[in-house]
Protein backbone atom coordinates (compact mmCIF):
# COMPACT_ATOMS: atom_id res chain seq x y z
CA UNK A 1 0.00 0.00 0.00
CA UNK A 2 1.82 2.94 -1.04
CA UNK A 3 2.38 6.10 1.60
CA UNK A 4 0.03 8.73 1.83
CA UNK A 5 1.71 11.92 0.77
CA UNK A 6 2.82 14.21 3.65
CA UNK A 7 1.85 17.61 3.16
CA UNK A 8 5.44 19.96 3.42
CA UNK A 9 4.50 23.07 5.43
CA UNK A 10 4.06 26.09 3.79
CA UNK A 11 6.76 28.61 3.49
CA UNK A 12 5.97 31.74 5.67
CA UNK A 13 5.87 34.63 3.57
CA UNK A 14 8.13 37.10 4.33
CA UNK A 15 6.28 40.60 6.11
CA UNK A 16 5.92 43.62 4.62
CA UNK A 17 9.40 45.07 6.62
CA UNK A 18 11.43 41.63 5.48
CA UNK A 19 10.75 42.61 1.85
CA UNK A 20 11.31 45.99 2.47
CA UNK A 21 14.49 45.60 3.77
CA UNK A 22 15.73 42.55 1.32
CA UNK A 23 14.68 45.18 -1.70
CA UNK A 24 16.80 47.79 -0.05
CA UNK A 25 20.03 45.35 0.10
CA UNK A 26 19.33 44.31 -3.37
CA UNK A 27 19.29 47.89 -4.65
CA UNK A 28 22.40 48.97 -2.49
CA UNK A 29 24.32 45.58 -4.15
CA UNK A 30 22.61 46.47 -7.75
CA UNK A 31 23.78 50.09 -7.86
CA UNK A 32 27.45 49.28 -6.31
CA UNK A 33 27.82 46.56 -9.33
CA UNK A 34 26.67 48.66 -11.99
CA UNK A 35 29.45 51.13 -11.07
CA UNK A 36 32.48 49.22 -11.36
CA UNK A 37 30.49 47.29 -14.34
CA UNK A 38 30.46 50.50 -15.87
CA UNK A 39 34.41 50.76 -15.74
CA UNK A 40 35.44 47.54 -17.00
CA UNK A 41 35.35 45.82 -13.92
CA UNK A 42 34.23 41.99 -14.09
CA UNK A 43 31.97 40.36 -11.76
CA UNK A 44 33.55 36.86 -10.73
CA UNK A 45 29.70 35.32 -10.10
CA UNK A 46 30.51 32.40 -8.37
CA UNK A 47 32.79 33.92 -5.96
CA UNK A 48 29.45 35.40 -4.18
CA UNK A 49 28.74 34.86 -0.88
CA UNK A 50 31.29 31.67 -1.14
CA UNK A 51 32.32 30.75 2.46
CA UNK A 52 35.94 30.21 2.52
CA UNK A 53 38.10 29.30 6.02
CA UNK A 54 41.63 31.13 5.45
CA UNK A 55 44.55 31.36 8.12
CA UNK A 56 42.10 29.69 10.81
CA UNK A 57 38.97 32.07 10.11
CA UNK A 58 36.04 31.46 7.87
CA UNK A 59 33.79 34.17 6.05
CA UNK A 60 32.34 35.36 2.47
CA UNK A 61 33.05 38.36 0.52
CA UNK A 62 29.51 39.54 -0.65
CA UNK A 63 31.63 40.40 -3.99
CA UNK A 64 34.80 40.21 -6.11
CA UNK A 65 35.40 42.01 -8.84
CA UNK A 66 38.80 42.08 -11.35
CA UNK A 67 40.39 44.77 -13.59
CA UNK A 68 43.49 43.50 -15.19
CA UNK A 69 45.73 43.05 -11.94
CA UNK A 70 43.34 44.78 -9.32
CA UNK A 71 40.97 42.84 -7.62
CA UNK A 72 38.49 44.08 -5.15
CA UNK A 73 36.93 41.80 -1.97
CA UNK A 74 33.67 43.52 -1.51
CA UNK A 75 31.57 43.83 1.66
CA UNK A 76 28.01 45.35 1.87
CA UNK A 77 25.81 45.89 4.31
CA UNK A 78 22.71 48.07 4.72
CA UNK A 79 22.50 47.21 8.68
CA UNK A 80 22.31 50.38 11.48
CA UNK A 81 24.69 48.51 14.06
CA UNK A 82 27.80 48.43 11.59
CA UNK A 83 30.38 48.32 14.38
CA UNK A 84 29.39 44.28 15.11
CA UNK A 85 29.19 43.28 11.45
CA UNK A 86 32.60 45.56 10.86
CA UNK A 87 34.90 43.94 13.51
CA UNK A 88 33.69 40.43 12.39
CA UNK A 89 34.77 41.26 8.60
CA UNK A 90 38.93 42.94 10.50
CA UNK A 91 39.56 38.88 11.68
CA UNK A 92 39.12 37.84 8.09
CA UNK A 93 40.87 41.60 6.91
CA UNK A 94 44.02 41.15 9.04
CA UNK A 95 45.01 37.66 7.93
CA UNK A 96 44.78 38.53 4.13
CA UNK A 97 47.03 41.44 4.88
CA UNK A 98 49.93 39.17 6.19
CA UNK A 99 50.46 38.31 2.52
CA UNK A 100 48.40 39.59 -0.14
CA UNK A 101 49.64 37.41 -2.63
CA UNK A 102 49.25 34.26 -0.70
CA UNK A 103 45.65 34.81 -0.56
CA UNK A 104 45.48 35.57 -4.00
CA UNK A 105 46.89 32.02 -4.51
CA UNK A 106 44.18 31.34 -2.26
CA UNK A 107 41.28 32.29 -4.09
CA UNK A 108 42.54 31.44 -7.36
CA UNK A 109 41.24 27.58 -6.34
CA UNK A 110 38.29 26.18 -4.81
CA UNK A 111 35.41 27.64 -2.76
CA UNK A 112 36.30 31.08 -4.39
CA UNK A 113 37.83 30.18 -7.90
CA UNK A 114 39.13 33.67 -9.22
CA UNK A 115 41.37 31.97 -11.52
CA UNK A 116 39.47 31.99 -14.45
CA UNK A 117 38.37 35.62 -14.70
CA UNK A 118 41.89 37.27 -12.85
CA UNK A 119 43.85 34.46 -15.66
CA UNK A 120 47.88 34.06 -15.50
CA UNK A 121 49.07 37.32 -17.04
CA UNK A 122 50.16 39.00 -13.45
CA UNK A 123 51.84 36.49 -10.90
CA UNK A 124 50.24 36.78 -7.89
CA UNK A 125 52.67 39.66 -5.99
CA UNK A 126 51.90 41.70 -9.19
CA UNK A 127 47.77 41.77 -8.34
CA UNK A 128 46.21 44.66 -6.58
CA UNK A 129 44.24 43.16 -3.50
CA UNK A 130 41.65 45.80 -2.46
CA UNK A 131 39.38 45.01 0.96
CA UNK A 132 36.19 47.31 0.07
CA UNK A 133 33.96 47.97 3.05
CA UNK A 134 30.25 49.02 1.53
CA UNK A 135 28.01 50.74 4.15
CA UNK A 136 24.63 52.29 3.27
CA UNK A 137 24.74 53.96 6.53
CA UNK A 138 27.52 56.01 8.13
CA UNK A 139 30.49 54.26 9.20
CA UNK A 140 32.15 56.76 11.74
CA UNK A 141 35.78 57.62 11.53
CA UNK A 142 36.63 55.90 14.76
CA UNK A 143 35.55 52.56 13.42
CA UNK A 144 36.72 53.17 10.37
CA UNK A 145 40.59 54.30 11.99
CA UNK A 146 39.93 50.62 13.87
CA UNK A 147 39.16 48.88 10.63
CA UNK A 148 42.14 50.41 9.25
CA UNK A 149 42.63 47.14 6.36
CA UNK A 150 39.56 48.14 4.61
CA UNK A 151 39.24 50.84 2.02
CA UNK A 152 35.54 52.43 3.30
CA UNK A 153 33.08 53.15 -0.16
CA UNK A 154 30.01 55.03 2.09
CA UNK A 155 26.92 55.17 0.12
CA UNK A 156 27.17 59.14 -0.69
CA UNK A 157 30.34 57.95 -2.58
CA UNK A 158 28.63 55.15 -4.66
CA UNK A 159 25.87 57.08 -5.73
CA UNK A 160 28.67 60.07 -6.76
CA UNK A 161 30.85 57.15 -8.56
CA UNK A 162 27.09 56.09 -9.96
CA UNK A 163 25.88 59.43 -11.33
CA UNK A 164 29.74 59.49 -12.45
CA UNK A 165 29.73 56.67 -14.57
CA UNK A 166 26.32 57.71 -16.10
CA UNK A 167 27.99 60.82 -17.32
CA UNK A 168 31.28 60.28 -18.50
CA UNK A 169 30.75 56.10 -18.46
CA UNK A 170 34.42 53.94 -19.07
CA UNK A 171 36.04 57.04 -18.41
CA UNK A 172 35.57 57.62 -14.70
CA UNK A 173 37.77 54.39 -14.15
CA UNK A 174 40.62 56.27 -13.79
CA UNK A 175 39.14 58.65 -10.62
CA UNK A 176 37.61 55.07 -9.53
CA UNK A 177 40.98 53.51 -9.32
CA UNK A 178 42.67 56.37 -7.15
CA UNK A 179 39.78 56.38 -5.20
CA UNK A 180 40.91 52.87 -4.77
CA UNK A 181 44.63 53.56 -3.99
CA UNK A 182 45.63 51.85 -7.62
CA UNK A 183 48.57 53.97 -8.80
CA UNK A 184 49.05 53.77 -12.53
CA UNK A 185 52.72 52.89 -12.31
CA UNK A 186 51.29 49.25 -10.99
CA UNK A 187 48.27 49.05 -12.83
CA UNK A 188 47.97 46.57 -15.89
CA UNK A 189 50.90 46.30 -17.91
CA UNK A 190 52.81 49.09 -16.28
CA UNK A 191 53.14 46.20 -13.27
CA UNK A 192 54.55 43.90 -16.26
CA UNK A 193 57.07 46.51 -17.32
CA UNK A 194 59.74 47.98 -15.17
CA UNK A 195 61.46 49.94 -17.71
CA UNK A 196 58.38 51.11 -18.98
CA UNK A 197 58.49 54.84 -19.59
CA UNK A 198 57.09 57.19 -16.32
CA UNK A 199 55.68 60.40 -18.52
CA UNK A 200 54.87 61.60 -21.80
CA UNK A 201 56.16 64.69 -23.56
CA UNK A 202 54.24 67.85 -24.98
CA UNK A 203 55.09 70.37 -27.13
CA UNK A 204 54.48 74.09 -26.35
CA UNK A 205 55.67 76.93 -24.83
CA UNK A 206 56.82 78.44 -21.45
CA UNK A 207 56.63 81.60 -19.99
CA UNK A 208 59.03 83.63 -17.82
CA UNK A 209 58.44 83.78 -14.21
CA UNK A 210 58.25 87.64 -13.86
CA UNK A 211 55.27 87.71 -16.88
CA UNK A 212 52.93 85.28 -14.88
CA UNK A 213 52.42 87.59 -12.21
CA UNK A 214 52.48 84.40 -10.02
CA UNK A 215 54.01 83.70 -6.45
CA UNK A 216 57.76 83.57 -6.90
CA UNK A 217 58.52 79.54 -8.28
CA UNK A 218 55.29 79.47 -10.13
CA UNK A 219 55.84 78.27 -13.81
CA UNK A 220 53.38 78.67 -16.46
CA UNK A 221 53.19 76.58 -19.27
CA UNK A 222 51.40 76.38 -22.77
CA UNK A 223 50.96 73.05 -24.63
CA UNK A 224 48.87 70.93 -26.87
CA UNK A 225 47.63 67.33 -25.23
CA UNK A 226 45.52 64.72 -26.52
CA UNK A 227 42.48 64.60 -25.22
CA UNK A 228 42.61 60.34 -24.23
CA UNK A 229 46.23 61.49 -22.34
CA UNK A 230 44.40 64.24 -20.63
CA UNK A 231 41.27 62.14 -19.33
CA UNK A 232 43.97 59.63 -18.05
CA UNK A 233 45.31 61.91 -15.18
CA UNK A 234 42.69 64.54 -15.08
CA UNK A 235 40.77 65.39 -11.38
CA UNK A 236 38.19 67.80 -10.25
CA UNK A 237 37.68 69.33 -6.55
CA UNK A 238 33.79 68.39 -7.06
CA UNK A 239 32.41 69.19 -3.68
CA UNK A 240 30.44 65.60 -4.40
CA UNK A 241 33.16 63.54 -4.72
CA UNK A 242 35.07 61.31 -2.31
CA UNK A 243 37.91 63.74 -1.48
CA UNK A 244 37.96 65.19 1.58
CA UNK A 245 34.98 67.48 1.27
CA UNK A 246 36.80 70.69 3.21
CA UNK A 247 39.29 70.88 0.05
CA UNK A 248 36.07 70.97 -2.56
CA UNK A 249 34.26 73.53 -4.27
CA UNK A 250 33.51 72.98 -8.17
CA UNK A 251 30.37 71.74 -9.35
CA UNK A 252 29.25 68.60 -10.73
CA UNK A 253 29.60 67.47 -14.12
CA UNK A 254 26.23 68.21 -15.84
CA UNK A 255 25.47 65.32 -18.48
CA UNK A 256 23.37 68.05 -21.23
CA UNK A 257 26.90 70.22 -21.14
CA UNK A 258 28.95 67.12 -22.41
CA UNK A 259 26.00 65.86 -24.60
CA UNK A 260 26.20 69.37 -26.59
CA UNK A 261 30.16 69.53 -26.91
CA UNK A 262 29.69 65.95 -28.05
CA UNK A 263 27.11 66.79 -30.21
CA UNK A 264 29.68 69.85 -31.71
CA UNK A 265 32.67 67.56 -31.83
CA UNK A 266 30.62 64.84 -33.86
CA UNK A 267 29.69 67.36 -36.27
CA UNK A 268 32.03 69.39 -36.88
CA UNK A 269 34.93 67.21 -36.01
CA UNK A 270 37.14 69.75 -34.23
CA UNK A 271 38.02 71.11 -30.79
CA UNK A 272 37.19 74.23 -29.24
CA UNK A 273 39.47 76.99 -29.81
CA UNK A 274 39.91 78.62 -25.94
CA UNK A 275 42.34 76.38 -24.15
CA UNK A 276 41.78 74.90 -20.70
CA UNK A 277 43.64 75.74 -17.69
CA UNK A 278 45.06 73.38 -15.34
CA UNK A 279 47.27 72.68 -12.43
CA UNK A 280 50.31 69.72 -12.96
CA UNK A 281 52.07 68.15 -10.91
CA UNK A 282 55.33 68.74 -8.99
CA UNK A 283 57.21 66.01 -11.54
CA UNK A 284 56.51 68.20 -14.70
CA UNK A 285 59.41 68.54 -16.36
CA UNK A 286 60.44 71.93 -18.94
CA UNK A 287 62.90 70.91 -21.31
CA UNK A 288 64.25 72.93 -24.61
CA UNK A 289 64.77 70.59 -27.57
CA UNK A 290 67.92 69.30 -26.49
CA UNK A 291 66.15 67.81 -23.01
CA UNK A 292 68.19 70.65 -21.03
CA UNK A 293 66.10 72.19 -18.22
CA UNK A 294 64.81 75.28 -19.11
CA UNK A 295 65.19 77.91 -15.82
CA UNK A 296 62.05 80.06 -16.23
CA UNK A 297 63.43 82.63 -13.90
CA UNK A 298 66.37 83.43 -16.14
CA UNK A 299 64.34 83.57 -19.29
CA UNK A 300 62.68 86.97 -20.38
CA UNK A 301 60.71 86.00 -23.27
CA UNK A 302 58.21 83.33 -24.20
CA UNK A 303 60.18 80.38 -25.83
CA UNK A 304 59.44 77.34 -27.18
CA UNK A 305 59.44 74.42 -24.70
CA UNK A 306 58.62 70.71 -24.37
CA UNK A 307 56.67 69.79 -21.26
CA UNK A 308 57.39 66.33 -19.91
CA UNK A 309 54.43 65.46 -17.60
CA UNK A 310 54.08 62.08 -15.36
CA UNK A 311 51.86 59.48 -16.13
CA UNK A 312 49.93 59.41 -12.78
CA UNK A 313 46.35 59.10 -12.34
CA UNK A 314 44.52 62.29 -10.99
CA UNK A 315 47.58 64.47 -10.93
CA UNK A 316 46.37 67.18 -13.20
CA UNK A 317 43.86 69.44 -11.90
CA UNK A 318 41.24 70.84 -14.06
CA UNK A 319 40.52 74.08 -12.60
CA UNK A 320 38.68 75.49 -15.78
CA UNK A 321 37.52 73.06 -18.78
CA UNK A 322 36.14 70.32 -17.18
CA UNK A 323 33.23 69.58 -19.53
CA UNK A 324 35.37 70.23 -22.65
CA UNK A 325 37.91 67.56 -21.33
CA UNK A 326 35.48 65.18 -20.47
CA UNK A 327 33.19 65.58 -23.20
CA UNK A 328 35.73 62.90 -25.16
CA UNK A 329 34.50 60.44 -22.69
CA UNK A 330 35.12 56.57 -23.44
CA UNK A 331 31.52 54.85 -24.21
CA UNK A 332 27.71 56.03 -25.23
CA UNK A 333 26.54 57.50 -28.17
CA UNK A 334 29.36 57.86 -31.87
CA UNK A 335 32.06 55.96 -29.52
CA UNK A 336 33.28 55.15 -33.20
CA UNK A 337 33.72 59.01 -33.83
CA UNK A 338 34.84 59.99 -30.38
CA UNK A 339 37.47 57.39 -29.83
CA UNK A 340 39.35 58.15 -33.00
CA UNK A 341 38.86 62.09 -31.99
CA UNK A 342 40.01 61.09 -28.61
CA UNK A 343 43.52 60.28 -29.56
CA UNK A 344 44.10 62.41 -32.63
CA UNK A 345 43.10 65.71 -31.98
CA UNK A 346 44.73 68.14 -29.52
CA UNK A 347 43.40 70.20 -26.91
CA UNK A 348 45.31 73.45 -25.67
CA UNK A 349 45.94 73.70 -22.38
CA UNK A 350 47.47 76.24 -19.95
CA UNK A 351 49.02 74.84 -16.81
CA UNK A 352 50.30 76.13 -13.61
CA UNK A 353 53.17 74.10 -11.87
CA UNK A 354 53.81 74.54 -8.02
CA UNK A 355 57.29 75.18 -6.55
CA UNK A 356 58.28 71.81 -4.80
CA UNK A 357 57.72 73.68 -1.08
CA UNK A 358 53.96 74.04 -1.59
CA UNK A 359 51.78 72.35 0.68
CA UNK A 360 48.86 70.60 -0.46
CA UNK A 361 46.20 72.75 1.19
CA UNK A 362 48.25 75.76 0.04
CA UNK A 363 47.69 74.83 -3.54
CA UNK A 364 43.89 74.25 -3.09
CA UNK A 365 43.54 77.34 -1.78
CA UNK A 366 45.41 78.68 -5.14
CA UNK A 367 43.47 76.88 -7.21
CA UNK A 368 39.92 77.64 -5.56
CA UNK A 369 41.24 81.54 -6.16
CA UNK A 370 41.87 81.32 -9.71
CA UNK A 371 38.65 79.30 -10.33
CA UNK A 372 36.64 82.32 -8.95
CA UNK A 373 38.29 84.73 -10.79
CA UNK A 374 37.66 83.21 -14.06
CA UNK A 375 33.98 82.14 -13.34
CA UNK A 376 33.28 85.14 -10.96
CA UNK A 377 31.31 87.41 -13.74
CA UNK A 378 29.31 84.38 -14.96
CA UNK A 379 25.99 83.27 -14.17
CA UNK A 380 26.95 80.21 -12.82
CA UNK A 381 29.20 81.94 -9.81
CA UNK A 382 26.10 81.57 -7.20
CA UNK A 383 26.09 82.26 -3.55
CA UNK A 384 26.78 78.01 -2.94
CA UNK A 385 29.72 78.43 -5.21
CA UNK A 386 31.48 81.76 -3.58
CA UNK A 387 30.79 80.86 0.17
CA UNK A 388 32.56 76.79 -1.20
CA UNK A 389 35.34 79.01 -2.25
CA UNK A 390 35.92 81.05 0.25
CA UNK A 391 35.74 78.44 2.96
CA UNK A 392 39.01 77.81 0.89
CA UNK A 393 40.86 81.15 0.46
CA UNK A 394 39.34 83.18 3.03
CA UNK A 395 38.72 81.03 6.26
CA UNK A 396 38.49 83.98 8.51
CA UNK A 397 35.28 85.83 6.67
CA UNK A 398 32.12 85.21 9.11
CA UNK A 399 30.65 83.60 5.73
CA UNK A 400 32.96 80.67 5.85
CA UNK A 401 33.48 80.42 9.52
CA UNK A 402 29.45 79.53 9.76
CA UNK A 403 30.03 77.64 6.91
CA UNK A 404 32.85 75.40 8.72
CA UNK A 405 29.99 75.45 12.20
CA UNK A 406 27.44 73.89 9.73
CA UNK A 407 29.56 71.26 8.77
CA UNK A 408 30.45 70.67 12.41
CA UNK A 409 27.17 70.30 12.84
CA UNK A 410 25.95 68.77 9.60
CA UNK A 411 29.16 65.46 10.30
CA UNK A 412 28.40 65.65 14.39
CA UNK A 413 26.27 63.69 16.22
CA UNK A 414 23.42 66.05 17.45
CA UNK A 415 19.69 67.03 16.19
CA UNK A 416 21.25 68.16 13.01
CA UNK A 417 23.03 65.53 12.12
CA UNK A 418 22.76 64.70 8.37
CA UNK A 419 20.26 67.41 7.73
CA UNK A 420 22.06 69.52 5.07
CA UNK A 421 22.95 68.72 1.45
CA UNK A 422 26.26 68.34 0.80
CA UNK A 423 26.37 66.64 -2.55
CA UNK A 424 24.50 67.30 -5.96
CA UNK A 425 22.29 64.34 -5.54
CA UNK A 426 21.07 64.82 -2.04
CA UNK A 427 17.73 66.47 -2.86
CA UNK A 428 15.97 65.55 0.55
CA UNK A 429 18.31 67.86 2.55
CA UNK A 430 18.51 71.66 3.90
CA UNK A 431 20.35 73.93 1.32
CA UNK A 432 23.18 75.20 3.42
CA UNK A 433 23.39 78.91 1.50
CA UNK A 434 20.33 80.75 3.15
CA UNK A 435 21.20 79.06 6.55
CA UNK A 436 24.91 80.72 5.87
CA UNK A 437 23.97 83.72 5.18
CA UNK A 438 20.62 84.61 7.19
CA UNK A 439 21.41 82.12 10.04
CA UNK A 440 24.26 81.55 11.23
CA UNK A 441 26.56 84.35 10.07
CA UNK A 442 25.07 86.85 12.27
CA UNK A 443 24.80 83.96 15.02
CA UNK A 444 28.46 83.46 14.90
CA UNK A 445 30.25 86.58 13.42
CA UNK A 446 33.55 86.94 15.29
CA UNK A 447 33.12 90.04 16.13
CA UNK A 448 32.26 92.20 19.26
CA UNK A 449 28.43 92.44 18.20
CA UNK A 450 28.73 88.21 17.61
CA UNK A 451 26.45 86.64 20.12
CA UNK A 452 28.28 83.49 20.54
CA UNK A 453 31.38 85.32 19.99
CA UNK A 454 30.85 87.84 22.66
CA UNK A 455 30.28 84.68 25.14
CA UNK A 456 33.78 82.99 23.90
CA UNK A 457 36.60 83.01 26.96
CA UNK A 458 39.65 82.37 24.88
CA UNK A 459 43.39 83.72 25.31
CA UNK A 460 43.25 85.15 21.42
CA UNK A 461 39.60 85.80 21.02
CA UNK A 462 40.91 89.31 20.35
CA UNK A 463 43.55 88.64 17.86
CA UNK A 464 42.67 85.19 16.32
CA UNK A 465 40.96 86.68 13.27
CA UNK A 466 44.08 89.55 12.58
CA UNK A 467 46.68 87.12 13.38
CA UNK A 468 44.80 84.44 10.89
CA UNK A 469 45.63 82.48 13.83
CA UNK A 470 44.02 79.06 12.62
CA UNK A 471 44.15 77.09 15.45
CA UNK A 472 42.21 79.32 17.53
CA UNK A 473 39.36 79.23 14.44
CA UNK A 474 39.09 75.83 14.91
CA UNK A 475 38.66 76.37 18.94
CA UNK A 476 36.02 79.07 17.99
CA UNK A 477 33.64 76.87 15.56
CA UNK A 478 34.09 73.97 17.94
CA UNK A 479 32.39 76.25 20.34
CA UNK A 480 29.83 77.26 18.51
CA UNK A 481 28.47 74.43 17.09
CA UNK A 482 28.54 73.21 20.50
CA UNK A 483 26.18 75.58 21.80
CA UNK A 484 24.10 75.56 18.76
CA UNK A 485 24.30 71.52 18.89
CA UNK A 486 22.44 72.38 22.98
CA UNK A 487 19.88 74.42 21.46
CA UNK A 488 18.54 72.38 18.58
CA UNK A 489 18.83 69.20 20.72
CA UNK A 490 16.55 70.96 23.28
CA UNK A 491 14.36 71.89 21.16
CA UNK A 492 14.32 68.96 19.60
CA UNK A 493 13.67 66.93 22.83
CA UNK A 494 10.05 68.91 22.92
CA UNK A 495 8.95 68.56 19.39
CA UNK A 496 7.29 65.23 17.92
CA UNK A 497 10.07 63.22 16.71
CA UNK A 498 8.30 62.22 12.97
CA UNK A 499 8.47 66.06 12.47
CA UNK A 500 12.00 66.04 13.04
CA UNK A 501 12.82 65.57 9.21
CA UNK A 502 13.43 66.91 5.98
CA UNK A 503 11.65 64.88 3.98
CA UNK A 504 8.89 66.53 1.92
CA UNK A 505 6.73 63.42 1.91
CA UNK A 506 5.65 64.28 5.72
CA UNK A 507 3.38 67.93 5.05
CA UNK A 508 4.39 69.11 8.27
CA UNK A 509 7.86 68.64 8.60
CA UNK A 510 9.60 70.88 11.07
CA UNK A 511 13.34 70.64 9.43
CA UNK A 512 13.15 73.69 6.40
CA UNK A 513 15.05 76.63 6.11
CA UNK A 514 12.46 79.30 7.69
CA UNK A 515 12.24 76.84 10.61
CA UNK A 516 16.08 76.30 11.09
CA UNK A 517 16.44 79.94 10.74
CA UNK A 518 13.59 80.77 12.96
CA UNK A 519 15.18 79.01 15.83
CA UNK A 520 18.74 80.19 15.16
CA UNK A 521 17.35 83.62 14.95
CA UNK A 522 15.77 83.02 18.59
CA UNK A 523 18.69 81.93 19.95
CA UNK A 524 20.38 84.66 18.74
CA UNK A 525 17.93 86.58 20.56
CA UNK A 526 17.86 84.62 23.91
CA UNK A 527 22.20 84.89 24.06
CA UNK A 528 21.36 88.78 23.67
CA UNK A 529 18.87 88.18 26.82
CA UNK A 530 21.67 86.80 28.77
CA UNK A 531 19.56 83.44 28.47
CA UNK A 532 22.09 79.97 29.79
CA UNK A 533 22.85 77.85 27.10
CA UNK A 534 22.47 75.01 29.41
CA UNK A 535 20.56 71.78 28.01
CA UNK A 536 18.33 71.24 31.23
CA UNK A 537 17.62 74.86 31.40
CA UNK A 538 16.65 75.62 27.66
CA UNK A 539 14.45 72.20 27.85
CA UNK A 540 12.49 74.09 30.80
CA UNK A 541 11.78 77.01 28.48
CA UNK A 542 11.26 75.26 25.48
CA UNK A 543 7.75 73.89 27.17
CA UNK A 544 5.36 73.97 25.38
CA UNK A 545 7.05 74.42 21.97
CA UNK A 546 5.33 71.58 20.06
CA UNK A 547 2.02 73.69 20.51
CA UNK A 548 3.95 76.43 18.50
CA UNK A 549 2.26 77.20 14.73
CA UNK A 550 5.54 76.90 12.98
CA UNK A 551 3.38 76.24 10.18
CA UNK A 552 1.73 79.90 9.56
CA UNK A 553 5.27 81.42 8.57
CA UNK A 554 6.12 81.45 5.22
CA UNK A 555 9.49 81.48 3.27
CA UNK A 556 10.71 84.70 3.81
CA UNK A 557 9.06 85.36 7.34
CA UNK A 558 12.08 83.34 9.75
CA UNK A 559 12.57 86.76 11.27
CA UNK A 560 8.93 87.30 12.38
CA UNK A 561 8.83 83.53 13.50
CA UNK A 562 12.97 84.06 15.43
CA UNK A 563 10.53 87.22 17.19
CA UNK A 564 7.60 85.16 18.20
CA UNK A 565 9.76 82.10 19.51
CA UNK A 566 11.81 84.33 21.31
CA UNK A 567 9.25 86.54 23.03
CA UNK A 568 6.99 83.17 23.82
CA UNK A 569 9.81 81.33 25.06
CA UNK A 570 12.90 83.50 26.66
CA UNK A 571 11.37 87.29 26.97
CA UNK A 572 13.14 88.24 30.59
CA UNK A 573 9.75 89.32 31.49
CA UNK A 574 8.46 85.57 31.20
CA UNK A 575 8.79 83.31 33.91
CA UNK A 576 10.42 79.61 32.71
CA UNK A 577 7.70 77.38 32.14
CA UNK A 578 7.58 73.78 33.63
Known sequence: MAKAKVAKPKKKAPTPEERAKRNLQRRHRREIREVFSAVGFQRVEGASDKEFTYGGVTSDFDDVFILENVVVFAEYTTASDISEHAKKKYLMYDRIRKDDAQFIGFARSAPLNIAGALGSKYSDNQIRVILLYCSLNTVQTELKNQINHALFMDYSIVRYFRLLTKTVRRSAQHEILAFLGVECKVFADKALNANASPRDSFSGSVLPEHHSKFPKGYKVVSFYI???????????LRRDGWRDRNGLYQRMILRHKLDSIRKYLVDQKRVFVNNIIVTLPSGTKIVDSNENTINTATIHTTQPAVISIPSEFNSVGIIDGQHRVFSYYEGGANENIIGTLRSQQNLLVTGIIYPDNVSNPEKTRFEAGLFLEINSTQSNAKSELTQAINQLIRPFLADSIARDVLDKLNDGQGALSGKFSQNFFDSGGLHTTSVVSYGLRPLVRPSAPGPLFARWNDVDKDTFVSFENDAARKRYIDYCASQIGLFFS????????????????????????????????????????????????????????????????RSSQYTVMSTALFKTFFAPDEAPKT
Open 490 to 553: AAKSRLPANRWTTSRTIQDRLLTPTVVNGLIGAMRQALDAGVDIEFDHLRDRFAGLETFEFEKY
Open 226 to 236: QPSALLSRAYV
